[in-house]
């Protein structure tokens, strides 16, 4: 059984008080342990596609189906997706003064998990993590985000997805901007969660310097909301120095 079975998914949003689709019918399968790689114009519908299967409101899912571990969650919130094991990064996460980041990870691992969590046990993950991500210890008590440059916001996110190791993490853009040793480091991060047995991911991205030292299975390409093209981790490599134009031309 897949993990995530997407069926014929159609999705508008709301502009200016008209419905406008977005995705046209959009299948994508990810298995247990499996890695996929987005690709596509700016505009494709790649970032819609994240805020959809994540249940954001604001994305109207008028067709088709998400299957999320044997359960079409396409009415579920968000909340409860999140709960059912899935995660998705932002691109622009949040900045909360007076809540320390090492507050806000246990609270969404207790709201995930539906349990207590224990103190030492947190404490120890969370500084191993952190070690992995090239963290300095004192970030557990800042404020969450707030003066985080851009690559130490990208590194919490990370640092999030480690402490809730979630089935399925969706990971939008978490490279862009970066410089490249926050690359490597966020590439780093990326590589222990795929050590978790069963841990699957869809990797948004347009930079291929991300994905050099990770495992990848497929890569899918997304034009004018619809996927198409799927291949192996080759396509990357292809559509790096081809672009996009020779797949949206076979696709005509
Ligand atoms: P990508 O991530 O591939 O660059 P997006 O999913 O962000 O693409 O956007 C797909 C299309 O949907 C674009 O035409 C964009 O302008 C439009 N769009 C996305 N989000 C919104 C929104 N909240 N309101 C209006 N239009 C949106
Ligand atoms: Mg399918
Ligand atoms: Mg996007």
Do not use: C, W
Not at 27 to 44: D, Q, Y
Request: proline share 2%; no cysteine; net charge negative.
């Amino acid at each position: 059984m897949s993990l995530l079975n997407v069926n014929n998914l159609t999705v508008s949003i709301e502009d200016d008080e008209n419905l406008k689709e977005i995705l046209h019918g959009v299948n994508i399968e990810i298995n247990k342990g499996e890695t996929h790689v987005l690709m596509g114009p700016n505009g494709a519908g790649k970032s819609t596609l994240g805020y959809a299967l994540m249940g954001n409101p604001r994305y109207i899912t008028e067709g088709g189906e998400i299957i999320f571990d044997g359960k079409n969650i396409v009415d579920e919130s968000a909340d409860k997706r999140a709960k059912a094991g899935m995660f998705l990064s932002f691109q622009n996460p949040l900045e909360v003064p007076g809540l320390p980041l090492s507050s806000f990870i246990r609270n969404a691992v207790e709201a995930v998990s539906g349990k207590r969590v224990r103190m030492m046990q947190f404490k120890k993950d969370l500084e191993k993590n952190m070690e992995v991500l090239n963290m300095d210890k004192d970030y557990a008590n800042r404020a969450l985000n707030v003066g985080f440059s851009g690559g130490e916001k990208k590194k919490a996110e990370i640092l999030q997805l480690l402490m809730l190791s979630p089935k399925l993490a969706i990971l939008d853009e978490t490279d862009s901007g970066l410089d490249v040793d926050a690359v490597r480091t966020v590439s780093a991060g990326i590589k222990e969660y795929q050590k978790k047995k069963d841990g699957a991911l869809l990797i948004i991205t347009h930079s291929t310097r991300i994905l050099e030292s990770l495992k990848v299975d497929y890569t899918h390409i997304m034009v004018d909301g619809k996927i198409i093209k799927t291949g192996d981790a080759s396509l990357v490599d292809d559509i790096n120095e081809n672009g996009f134009e020779k797949y949206i031309q076979e696709s005509k």
